[in-house]
């Protein structure tokens, strides 16, 4: 296994961009993944996920930057020969081999010895559930075991330096997902192999990986746990993307003790209060936006208590939608929308009030997390 170190890494693609402001597909970047690590790579569409990964494999030679494993520049390596297994979207089988040869196939190719090779397929044949299948040609399968036979050929050898995945699970059946990737995580802690899954899909970076790389427009934007994603994101997009729904953003200012959105005061927790004061927030030409998880808010009727708490503030709700266990509830404060998740079965008051704690309400200034260890904005 490798630790895989992108030193001063970004990528421009030959004659694109031109026309944009921004020439990179990869924002120059300086980033280490670290050995055994178990890594999802998650974004939208055409935020450079692909890019990334095919400079790290070797298919792509960065524009500048090198690429390190384990200390040893591989740049100017093909992919074979820094070792490392990918496998890919669409499954790559032989269709005239059977599947067992199909595992043996990278295993003959490196001149590996038949008892270890028979070992070693029978493992992993037993790992995907296609030991019943050994014997058939890979041409008879359906295209979920088809990519299964991928996925073992990137699992049967054990020395590889890293594996790498790109969405190898989008033409595979809903519910075989979740047993597949189950199936991945459990070979990730047998064998502690460097492991970077490419995924679009939240839900599937969640339950993969160790740590969640969350990218868009060509840029790292975090690299965390699930939790830390989900708690304390550092960008607003990271904040909108992770979740269902996601992270409400509302637009604010800061008047040296607490947000004030659309005229009405939001209470922060203390540390975001120190920071906001010590980055001179209230003076800032920085645009500031709170940012509170749906899950975090708690609809309750507006009333004398809620008009006396300072955690409390008076909103019109403009619609619920029922989502089985709970109610997305629609509302508005001051000018602005945001929602809220409350329990299914409990009724929603007409007069509405909104408990905010402010443990939950993070501040973000240009996009930013405002938090004690960032920089001052302002000199
Ligand atoms: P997807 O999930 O759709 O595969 P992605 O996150 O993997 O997207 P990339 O395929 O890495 O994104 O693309 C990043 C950017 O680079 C996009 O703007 C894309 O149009 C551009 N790009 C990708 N490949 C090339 C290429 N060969 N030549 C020019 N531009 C490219």
Redesign the pocket.
């Known amino acids: 296994m490798a630790s895989i170190h992108l030193k001063n890494l970004g990528?421009r693609?030959?004659?694109?961009?031109a026309e944009s402001d921004n020439p990179y597909?990869?924002n120059p970047l300086d980033q280490v993944w670290e050995d055994g690590g178990a890594y999802a790579?998650l974004?939208?569409?055409?935020?450079?996920?692909?890019?990334?990964?095919?400079i790290i494999s070797g298919l792509?030679r960065p524009s500048e930057g090198r690429v390190l494993f384990d200390g040893e520049d591989v740049t100017d390596l093909s992919t074979e020969r820094r070792n490392i297994a990918q496998v890919f979207q669409f499954p790559v089988v032989y269709d005239t081999l059977t599947v067992a040869e199909n595992l043996a196939f990278p295993l003959r190719n490196r001149g590996i010895d038949n008892a270890t090779i028979e070992a070693r397929v029978a493992d992993t044949l037993s790992m995907l559930g296609l030991d019943a299948r050994a014997n058939e040609r890979a041409r008879s399968l359906n295209a979920d075991d088809k990519q299964k036979i991928s996925l073992g050929r990137g699992l049967v050898r054990t020395d590889v330096r890293a594996i790498l995945f790109?969405?190898p699970l989008t033409v595979i059946d809903p519910h075989l997902k979740w047993q597949l990737r189950t199936e991945l995580k459990k070979i990730h802690e047998r064998f502690g192999h460097t492991m970077i899954y490419?995924t679009?899909d939240q839900t599937e970076a969640l339950t993969f990986a160790d740590k969640v790389v969350v990218?868009n427009a060509?840029s790292i934007l975090q690299v965390g746990t699930p939790k830390e994603l989900f708690d304390r994101p550092r960008h607003t997009f990271v904040g909108t993307f992770i979740g269902s729904p996601g992270m409400n953003v509302l637009s604010c200012t800061f008047d040296g003790t607490a947000a004030i959105v659309d005229g009405v005061r939001i209470a922060l927790d203390e540390a975001t209060l120190a920071a906001a004061q010590a980055q001179g927030l209230a003076s800032t030409d920085a645009a500031l936006e709170i940012g509170i998880r749906p899950e975090s808010l708690q609809v309750i009727a507006a009333d004398v208590n809620t008009a006396n708490d300072t955690h409390c503030v008076n909103v019109e709700v403009v619609g619920v939608e029922d989502l089985g266990r709970h109610s997305l509830v629609r509302l508005r404060l001051g000018e602005q929308l945001l929602c809220a998740l409350h329990p299914e079965g409990a009724g929603i008051p007409e007069a509405a009030a909104l408990r905010i704690d402010p443990a939950c309400t993070l501040l973000y200034a240009d996009a930013l997390l405002v938090e004690a260890n960032n920089e001052p904005l302002l000199p």
């Not at 693609?13 to 961009?17: E, F, I, K």
């Open positions: 990528h693609y030959p004659a694109s961009g597909a990869l790579l974004g939208p569409s055409g935020c450079g996920k692909t890019t990334l990964l095919n792509l790109d969405e490419v679009h990218m060509g």
